[in-house]
């Protein structure tokens, strides 16, 4: 692929094609590389906090593990104000897993897809295709709320064994 876009009288030969649910594609941003993108617009996943030696951007340092994305499942976003501004990539009703893709159930019943075991999203700051407002988003949950805001930060916390706190960290869904 070192090659792609040299010369526009070359294209890739697909060998192969992984599924993908109707209308995702994969776009590059630059200086981002190659995501995952549905109509167009970005997608992003919420990850519970982890520690990060060196922070989160450094070259190689972004991996998340499927069992943890899998645990957590829709939590990243649950509640009214989180929907507001971030909303589920929802999976029709007979919508089957296939490879990296998954639906995965929603407290309200809904079906959202997942890739690699993390809930999918895209932004309401994200207005037209490129946008990625999204990325290296920080959403600390404060564990002084009440009974649920309190359990749930505790979630998040035992979850990424983040010892410093608990929150979620919004990034650009990568294939």
Known sequence: MYGERIDRRWSLAKLTENYRPPNVGVMTLEGYGDIV????????????????????NLRDTWKY????????GTAACADAQCLAEWRPF??????????FWEPIKRDD?????AYKGAA??????????????????YDFKDPAGSGPQLTHAIFLEQLGRASGGA??????AKP
């Not at 993108?37 to 922070?55: E, H, I, P, Q, T």
């Not at 593990?65 to 957590?72: D, E, I, M, Q, V």
């Not at 929802?90 to 490879?99: E, F, M, Q, T, Y």
């Open 120 to 137: 999918l999203y895209t932004t309401a700051a994200d207005r037209v295709r490129g946008d990625h407002s999204g990325q290296a988003v």
């Open 90 to 99: 929802l999976a029709p009703v007979d919508a089957k897993s296939n490879g």
């Open 109 to 113: 019943g809904r079906r959202q897809w």
């Open 167 to 172: 929150g979620i960290y919004w990034n650009l």
């Open 65 to 72: 593990s499927y069992t943890r994305a899998k645990r957590l």
């Open 37 to 56: 993108s549905v109509n167009g617009m970005s997608l992003y996943a919420g990850y519970a906090f982890d520690k990060r030696w060196g922070g989160r």
